[in-house]
Every structure is written in C-alpha cells, then in structure tokens.
C-alpha cells in the first residue's frame, strides 16, 4: 500500500527559529512535493522535486528551501519562521511517466507565536 | 502562470439533493484531476481526465472534462453525508507539476 509519512503532526516554533519538516515516502517515486494549505487559498506548490539533489521552485518558494539527498525522502527547511508561514503543509509524491496522481502526507499543522 | 479556478467555494447541500462544482482554467489543459480531502484529512486521488468531452462516472460522481480542455465539473447526485469534504481540481501544468483550484467544500444537512 502506497505510504507518504510526514514527520509531525503539529508543530509550534518561535519566530526566527529554522524548522525542518521531514517527508519519506515508500513507493520509490521520482517526484515529491511541498504544498501549503491555507484556507480559501487551496493547494499552493512551494517545491518540488523530480530526482534526488534536483529541486525546483514552485508558486511560493520565498521563505523555504528544500533538500533532497536520498530518494524517498524530501525536506522542507523554513531558515528563520515567521508568523505568516503559520499553515498546513503537505507532501505529496508521485511516479514520473504514468498517470501523474499525487499521494498525499498526512499534513503537519505548523504555528508560529 | 497558469491558474484554476474552482467555484463555488462552499456547497450546502440537504441530504439527497444534487450538486455541481466547477472548474476553470485560463489555458487549456493537457489532463484534470480530482481530488477529496476528508475533514481533518489529506488530499486524496478520485479520477484524472484526459479526453476532450470525457465523462467519467464513479457511482454517484459524475466528472466531465470540456471540449475545450479549459473546464471540468464533478456533479454528485443524491447526496449523502459520506461526501462531506472539500473537493479539489488540479490542472496538470507540466511532466511534473500539478495547479490546484482553490477547492469546494460541501456540508450536507441531514
């Protein structure tokens, strides 16, 4: 069964801290994905990833940066938190080459006081 | 860059009635995807269309991609409170990236 985990369910960070936000998937999937979800914004890209220490910008990439070291495992690095970066992020991965579908974390709920 | 929109942004819906969402994008789509995400859940793949015209039905789910690749519709018949969520639509932009809309998020009143 296709499994995408996310290190932390909730996490609450002071501004100026630097936040990791762990992603391993177990599908052996080429791509892999950053999403922040905020309300009435839906699924917004932040990054992505097509093969191991290739990264790519999304829609949203100001204040992030990623890392891709290993295949099945894609992290999302916030340097210095701020208040507005308070959101739901997901990962999400998905094969290179066939339908494209996208597998979904289950989230990690981040706020920053 | 591309965008999708998705309206309307919220469905109330009384158990058994019909409902439609909407999707559009400003460029033509290559494919579209749907997907649901429970309350308190993640995004969850339904269905990807690809043909111009196609209708794709998923028991009380109906999905249709337009002639001209540029809108999609799930139309959901007589609801039930198993399709509570909010529904996704997601354009593919290229080999790699997915834009979602903004979604639809249905409540249905027993």
């Known amino acids: 069964d296709v499994k995408v985990t996310q290190s932390s369910r909730y996490l609450v960070k002071r501004t100026g801290e630097k936040v990791f936000l762990e992603c391993v998937q177990d599908?052996?999937?080429?791509?892999m994905f950053w999403y922040r979800q905020d309300p009435g914004l839906g699924l917004r890209l932040i990054y992505f990833s097509y093969d191991v220490k290739m990264k790519e910008k999304g829609d949203i990439p100001e204040g992030y940066s990623v890392s891709r070291e290993k295949k099945e495992r894609f992290s999302l690095i916030l340097e210095s938190a701020s208040t507005n970066q308070t959101s739901m992020y997901l990962c999400?991965?998905?094969?290179?080459?066939?339908?494209?579908?996208?597998?979904f974390g289950p989230g990690t709920r981040l706020t920053v006081t | 860059g591309q965008q999708v929109m998705q309206i309307p942004q919220y469905q109330h819906v009384q158990e058994g009635e019909d409902f439609t969402t909407y999707c559009n994008s400003s460029?033509?789509?290559?494919?579209i995807q749907w997907y649901k995400q429970r309350p308190g859940g993640h995004p969850v793949f339904l269905i990807q269309?690809?043909?111009?015209?196609e209708v794709k039905k998923q028991k009380r789910l109906t999905f249709q991609f337009g002639e001209a690749k540029k809108n999609s519709s799930l139309h959901i018949t007589a609801t039930q409170t198993t399709d509570v969520g909010t529904y996704f639509c997601?354009?593919?932009?290229?080999?790699?990236?997915?834009?979602f809309g903004a979604g639809t998020t249905v409540t249905v009143r027993a």
């Open positions: 599908m052996d999937h080429e791509n």
């Open positions: 997601a354009g593919k932009v290229n080999d790699y990236k997915l834009s």
């Open positions: 999400a991965s998905s094969v290179f080459g066939r339908s494209y579908e996208q597998y």
């Open positions: 460029t033509t789509l290559s494919n």
């Open positions: 269309l690809v043909k111009s015209g």
